[in-house]
């Protein structure tokens, strides 16, 4: 079902007569003691104030996706610059005294004219489970001075700290350091050290969904799917045993079985994590991949607009888009998109790559070379960098280009998505060796799978038999895209 749509309007401005105070929380800065080894704790405490204040139905406040893109900049007109909604910031420093002492020194501003609401200095130490009270009494604090009540259910939430074992609290820490480095090698370094949190706290229900989005990370970027979805999928289970009502587990298995082309669980899976909490844009994004699979443009720029609404900064989100808006023929909306993400997000180098993509599409195909080389810059020449610069190669005619950049990417031990080398092969007019590739996407669960049906790309490949079959195995063949609820 491909409609046209003209207009980006809907993910500019999206739900803004939202009434509640808007608040940014920026990543806490450390003075004194040793900063590489104090900087992760600080970036932990900065995030558990956020789930606690994210808790609070009376506040909207920006989730640590966006909210670390600040962690090199915090000016104020940048701030404005790339979150204009946002009304509120609450920063502070974390001061080091001795091994284990610590002050925490929270400030709450008014960003129209950067005036000091409230502040406080908390007194803790990292050896007593104190200091996650003092996280909690952050968040009543700012909720009071915003003059936002706290639900009783809420406060309880709030309370509740993350676990009470603190030697597993630091190997998580450490974890989520690694995790977001976003490398292959610190994603299975992050794994390793939840594996310690979950072997020192078998409780720790944050560990088993932080490992959960190491693996999905991992299955969607650098490793064969089908050797990761099996990991993901256990590790959301655990954390539901031990949180029954997590959406945040959900929303994350949600999107793994989109991306495994699990179409009916993935529906079934997304929609429970939103009933249980509508404020995750990894839910939406979900959405937004599930209903680019199935050409509904509609969908997508629905399900889009409120994923960018909830997390605008969101690098996860800033990739995808571009591709869910291509595969379903909004290329004008996926160039408006890729333009937006890209000054927002200048150093991540799979943004251009991506953008690279839409603006072939649109026969663009100096800039999409262009774009397409500074991706492959950004991201050091990884397979995929290259194989999107031999796309936008060949589909400006230059296909003499294609096949030394392939074989550059076969030179790397990274793995090589099948399903995007297979569409290089067929600006070589090489459709059986495009065939190979795809039953290997197969094989592999392949994440871009889910956009096979309609996937201008893969025009050559349509009046084969054997793209029928391909179709039908994806779960994508008319017969099954009819019965998909919607």
């Known amino acids: ?67 670390f893109t600040f962690k090199g900049n915090k000016l104020r007109p940048h701030i404005r610059s790339q979150l204009p909604s946002v009304r509120y910031v609450l920063d502070g420093f974390i001061s080091v005294t001795g091994s284990s002492g610590i002050r925490i020194t929270p400030v709450l501003e008014d960003l129209r004219d950067e005036s000091v609401i409230w502040d406080h200095d908390y007194q803790s130490r990292i050896d007593d489970t104190n200091f996650f009270a003092v996280q909690a009494e952050i968040a009543a604090s700012v909720s009071n001075s915003l003059e936002v009540a706290i639900l009783e259910d809420e406060k309880r939430d709030i309370d509740e700290p993350p676990t009470e074992n603190l030697a597993a609290y630091t190997q998580y820490v450490e974890g989520r350091r690694q995790l977001d ?3 292959h090698d610190a994603l299975r370094r992050a794994i390793e050290l939840f594996d310690e949190a979950i072997n020192t706290d078998p409780d720790f229900a944050a560990a088993y969904i932080a490992k959960a989005d190491a693996y999905r990370i991992l299955m969607t970027y650098f490793e064969k799917p089908i050797d990761m979805l099996a990991n993901v999928s256990a590790s959301v289970f655990d954390a539901i045993n031990i949180e029954p009502e997590s959406a945040e587990a959900r929303s994350s298995l949600g999107l793994a079985y989109v991306f495994a082309w699990r179409w009916r669980d993935a529906w079934n899976v997304l929609n ?52 869910a808006f291509s595969m379903v023929g909004q290329v004008d909306s996926a160039i408006e998109w890729a333009e937006e993400k890209m000054r927002l997000h200048p150093e991540i180098g799979v943004i251009f790559t991506g953008a690279s993509l839409s603006a072939s599409l649109a026969g663009q195909h100096e800039r999409a070379i ?57 600006l070589l007019d090489e459709a059986n060796r495009a065939f190979e590739l795809m039953d290997d996407a197969v094989a592999f669960r392949s994440n871009c799978l889910i956009f096979t049906r309609y996937d201008p790309r893969l025009e050559p490949m349509r009046g084969d038999p054997r793209f029928a079959t391909l179709l039908a195995i994806v779960g994508l063949d008319d017969e099954s895209v009819e019965a998909y609820p919607r």
């Open 272 to 323: 429970d994590a939103r009933s249980r909490d509508p404020s995750l844009a990894l839910t939406e994004l979900g959405f937004a991949l599930y209903y680019a699979g199935l050409g509904d443009a509609e969908g997508v720029h629905r399900s889009l607009a409120k994923a960018n609404h909830l997390d605008p900064l969101n690098s996860e989100l800033a990739d995808w888009g571009n591709f």
């Open 1 to 67: 079902m491909i409609v046209a749509w003209n207009t980006l309007d809907r993910l500019w401005v999206p739900l803004d007569d939202d009434p509640r105070p808007y608040l940014l929380v920026l990543p806490f800065g450390v003075s004194g003691g040793d900063q590489t080894r104090w900087e992760p704790f600080a970036d932990q405490v900065t995030r558990e104030i956020i789930r606690k204040l994210r808790k609070i139905s009376g506040l909207r406040v920006v989730p640590p996706p966006s909210a």
């Open 370 to 426: 262009a774009l397409a080389k500074k991706g492959a810059a950004l991201d050091s020449r990884t397979p995929f960098s290259l194989i999107f610069l031999a796309q936008a190669y060949g589909r400006a005619g230059q296909v003499d280009k294609v096949r030394p950049l392939l074989a550059e990417a076969a030179q790397s031990n990274d793995y090589m998505c099948p399903y995007e080398t297979a569409t290089a092969y067929l």
């Open 181 to 183: 480095l976003l490398t």
